[in-house]
Nanobody
């Protein structure tokens, strides 16, 4: 079992940056693949980026490649999402997710644990 708590969302102008954090507690942080998803009003939850258990593999959605960076800090049991060059279409609730197996998958139904979400709003 793991508990996930996101923070760092907010309102930013287009072209700006935000860094989201997801603090994990409970079972060993290194046991989980971690990922970020997002959901805009009226849309399905979509994969943003995932990182393997040892941090050696990352997988980004095409829409965020070159702008977003995921990282994980094992000492703090925290995963980060650095978001640069933000666009209005990045506006959504961002969710942190964890799964036990070592496959980074884009399918949200395959993740076992979820945070409560944090709102990111990008104004034009």
């Amino acid at each position: 079992q793991v508990q996930l708590v996101e923070s760092g969302g907010g309102l930013v102008q287009a072209g700006g940056s935000l860094r989201l954090s997801c603090a994990a507690s409970g079972r060993a942080f290194s046991s989980y693949v971690m990922a970020w998803f997002r959901q805009a009003p009226g849309k399905e939850r979509e994969f943003v980026v995932g990182i393997s258990r040892n941090g050696g593999r990352t997988d980004y959605a095409d829409s965020v490649k070159g702008r977003f960076t995921i990282s994980r800090d094992y000492a703090r049991s925290t995963v980060y999402l650095q978001m640069n060059s933000l666009k209005p279409e990045d506006t959504a609730v961002y969710y942190c997710a964890a799964r036990v197996t070592n496959d980074v998958t884009t399918r949200y139904t395959l993740y076992d644990y979820w945070g409560q979400g944090t709102q990111v709003t990008v104004s034009s």
